[in-house]
Structures are given as structure tokens and as C-alpha cells.
């Protein structure tokens, strides 16, 4: 038998019930050295960060702090981002990962387990379908997309290699929240038919780029990947991109998702009937192409609705809360804001139950608002790879709340409203909306499953 695979078999019998690990991933009663000690650093599970300039490194340092959990690989095609994060890893972390700015190179290392993909939208499936087809598990930021016919390949992969993926939707691993949504599925507000969510900041103008030189410390030919090939402009790495279509989503994708994901979940929907959705680039006039206010309404055979507002130059709360959902039901209403907590209300508007929240969250934190209670996300994430254990956001009903997004999306730049499948999510007899469905992508570099 090969190490890889003993090393393996050690981990699924070693270490069981990682839904229980505390905040950091250690077990109650042990300190970090004991419980090192008990795994060694050859049984942690093996992983490779790809994207690590904002949110990745975020999420490297959570990873880091996992104690069942060793970053072997820095992957980046920012240099500055990568060695920035390599000493902030090796400072966690009892060894230092080897940087790897290209993720595909690292995926041929037998010893490595997991691809965590936190690089830009449009390499998220298609990282994640070359890390499936190398034999690897997934954890993939969301959205887990940048296109329906992606999100649809990553429901294949994972049939096919029976790989774990998990979305980085972190709220369904949320205590309370998770508490608050099956409450919602006993019957505290009666039946929820309407869930209206929400997303607000204040972000400025990112001007009108010029084209420039690529910088000496930037890949951006890999950086690119299987986006078609266009000039370097001055405004678009790091984070701007988000509102280009060519490689971003907008922020219907880049906020909404996690929330129209836990509006899903609370009406126990999967594909919908009608989406139709308003809005525009309203406050400033720059390069920004996707929309900073919109309205996404999503209609439900079920005679139910969602509907997103996203606000990203007006930062004014709704519900006093910056982000959050509210589920409105025949015999009450529940709110779940920003934070670990819930509050539900009877139709007299008075609280008939409440958790409040533990952990400190920053819900305006681009990176890193939620560090403690992710953990519960990452540790669920583990344990499936070594015990089997269901995952609380996997790949296929990631793919469903992605795709709401993605279809309100199309629904605005069509400006139609979409008559959809309720069996698969498809556009039904649109051919122009249709084109949105999928995406031209750079020759040789196109997903496959």
C-alpha cells in the first residue's frame, strides 16, 4: 500500500466527528501540541490555497489555524500576494508552504488532498473540475460559478469522481443559524412563502482604466486562464474585476448568493418558475459594467417568491442589518441578519424566540468577516473527506442558489423576465437569453468534466 493511502486510512480512523471541534479545530480538552502530537504532521489533511491576495488569504489563515490541517501549497499569480501569504501561514502553521503560482502543477503532488479556490469568478469551476479530475477535493468560494453551464458541469464532476466539494456558503454551518432555518422547517411562522433578502455597502468608483504594462510581479496570461485574452488595464487587479463580466458576476453573485442560498434553504425551493430582475450601474460613470442597484424577484411552483436588493454605492440598512434575509409566513415572520442569530415574530409583531449571536462579525469585512464561526464550515469540510460526513453546503445545491443569481442576472441584461424549467433551472424557448447560459472561453484552456 502506498503512504498516500496509508496516511489516509490513518486520518479516517484517527479523527471522527469533526462537527464537534471547537472554534480553531481543536477537540475539547486537548492543547495544540497534544493534539499534534496525536496527528503528526504527515496525517493533517494536505491542502493548496489558490488565490490568496484578499479573500484567500483569509481563508489561509483559518485553514492554517485548523490543527487536522497543513497548507502544503501557496498558489498565486500575484508574487507579492503569495510570499505575503507564505509568511503569514509559516507564522501559524508549525512548516512553510511551497509557493506554486501555477495551481495545476501543484494538483500533480500525490501527497496533496484538497484545491481551496479563492481566485477570481471565472476560474472557479474550472479550477474545481481539474482538481476533481486529479483525483482532489474541492472547497470552492462562491459563487461556485461564473456561468449556469458551469455550475452544471461541477454537479457532473462530482458524480462522476465522487470528490467532496464544498461551497463556501458558511452560514449553513452557522449554529444558530442552522437553528433558525429548522425552525423554520417545524412550523414557528407557519408555512414561509415570501423571503426577501439583501445586500448593502458603499463601495466608490473605480474610474476609467488605461492600458498599461502587465506588472513584473503579475502572471497575467495565467491570471486570465480560460477568460478570452484582452489588454491589462490599470483598474481591474485586485478586486475590481468583480464587476466585469467577463471575469466577474457582480454583486448579486459576490454578496446575494450567500443570502438568497439561506432563503432557499428556509422555503426548501430548488429551480423556479419566473425570474425577473431591475436595475443598473445608477451611481457612478466608470468601467464598473454589472449593476450597483438591483431587484432579483424568483417565483416557486410551490406559491413562493425570493427577492434580492442589492445596493452597492447606499449603505442604509434594512432590518438594521447590512445583509440579511427575512421570511415572512402565515403565522409570523423571522429575521436572520448579518450575524449567528435570529429573531422570530408572531403576527402581532411580538418575539416568540430568539438566539443571539456569540461571535464577533463584521459583515462590511470583504475578507474576512466571520473567522470563528467558518471554522465550523471548514471542520464539516474535513470530515467529510475523512468520515463521510454530509456536507452542509455541497456542490449540487450550491449549484441551485448560484444559479438563482445567475439567472437574475440574464433576466436584467436581457431585460426579460425568464420563464424557467422547475425540473433543471432551464430557459424555457428564449434563445437570446439562452446565450448566457454558457460562455466563449480562451482556445485550450476550456473546462471539461
Not at 497548507?71 to 507564505?86: N, P, Q
Not at 437574475?408 to 437570446?432: E, P, Q, V, Y
Request: with cysteine; hydrophobic share 35%.
Amino acid at each position: 500500500m502506498k503512504n498516500s493511502d496509508n496516511r489516509r486510512d490513518f486520518i479516517k480512523k484517527t479523527v471522527t466527528g469533526a462537527a464537534a471541534i471547537s472554534f480553531g479545530g481543536v477537540l475539547p480538552g486537548f492543547s495544540a501540541k497534544s493534539y499534534a502530537r496525536i496527528l503528526g504532521a504527515n496525517e493533517r489533511v494536505q491542502v493548496a490555497m489558490m488565490g490568496v491576495n484578499s479573500r484567500g488569504l483569509a481563508l489561509s489563515q483559518n485553514f492554517a489555524a485548523q490543527k487536522n490541517c497543513e497548507i502544503r501549497f501557496i498558489c498565486d499569480v500575484d508574487k507579492r500576494a503569495a510570499d505575503k501569504c507564505i509568511d503569514t501561514v509559516s507564522k501559524i502553521q508549525s512548516s512553510t508552504p511551497m509557493a506554486q503560482p501555477d495551481f495545476r502543477k501543484a494538483l500533480e503532488d500525490k501527497q496533496l488532498d484538497a484545491l481551496v479556490v479563492a481566485a477570481p469568478d471565472h476560474w472557479h469551476a474550472p479550477a474545481a473540475l481539474l482538481a476533481s479530475a486529479a483525483g482532489k477535493h474541492v472547497y470552492l468560494e462562491k459563487p461556485c460559478s461564473h456561468n449556469p453551464n458551469e455550475g452544471e458541469m461541477l454537479v457532473a464532476a462530482a458524480n462522476k469522481y465522487k470528490n467532496v466539494i464544498q461551497m463556501g456558503n458558511q452560514r449553513r454551518s452557522w449554529p444558530n443559524v442552522a437553528a433558525g432555518i429548522a425552525e423554520l422547517h417545524g412550523g414557528i411562522i407557519g408555512r414561509p412563502y415570501f423571503a426577501k433578502t439583501w445586500y448593502t455597502n458603499n463601495r466608490p468608483s473605480i474610474g476609467v482604466g488605461k492600458n498599461t504594462p502587465v506588472p513584473e510581479w503579475l502572471d497575467y496570461d495565467l491570471w486570465q486562464g480560460p477568460a478570452p485574452r484582452t489588454e491589462y488595464k490599470d483598474n481591474l487587479i485586485h478586486y475590481n474585476w468583480h464587476w466585469f463580466w467577463h471575469w466577474g458576476t457582480g454583486e448579486a453573485l459576490n454578496n446575494g448568493t450567500h443570502m438568497i442560498d439561506l432563503a432557499r434553504w428556509g422555503l426548501q425551493v430548488d429551480f423556479p418558475t419566473k425570474v425577473a430582475s431591475t436595475g443598473g450601474r445608477y451611481r457612478y460613470q466608470d468601467d464598473w459594467q454589472a449593476p450597483d442597484t438591483q431587484n432579483i424577484s424568483i417565483e416557486f411552483a410551490n406559491k413562493s417568491t425570493i427577492s434580492w436588493e442589492g445596493r452597492s454605492c447606499n449603505p442604509f440598512p434594512i432590518e438594521g442589518n447590512t445583509v440579511g434575509v427575512v421570511f415572512y409566513g402565515e403565522n409570523g415572520t423571522m429575521v436572520i441578519g448579518g450575524s449567528n442569530a435570529y429573531k422570530a415574530y408572531d403576527l402581532k409583531n411580538n418575539i416568540i424566540k430568539e438566539a443571539k449571536n456569540e461571535a464577533k462579525i463584521d459583515a462590511t469585512n470583504l475578507t474576512s468577516p466571520s473567522q470563528q464561526l467558518d471554522a465550523y464550515h471548514i471542520q464539516n469540510f474535513f470530515s467529510a473527506i475523512k468520515s463521510g460526513t454530509a456536507l452542509a453546503a455541497d456542490i449540487h445545491g450550491g449549484h441551485k442558489s448560484t444559479l438563482l443569481c445567475q439567472l437574475g442576472n440574464i433576466a436584467l441584461r436581457t431585460g426579460k423576465t425568464l420563464n424557467i424549467d422547475s425540473r433543471n433551472g432551464h430557459i424555457l424557448n428564449d434563445k437570446a437569453a439562452m446565450k448566457l447560459w454558457s460562455r466563449e472561453y480562451q482556445k485550450g484552456w476550456e473546462p471539461k468534466v
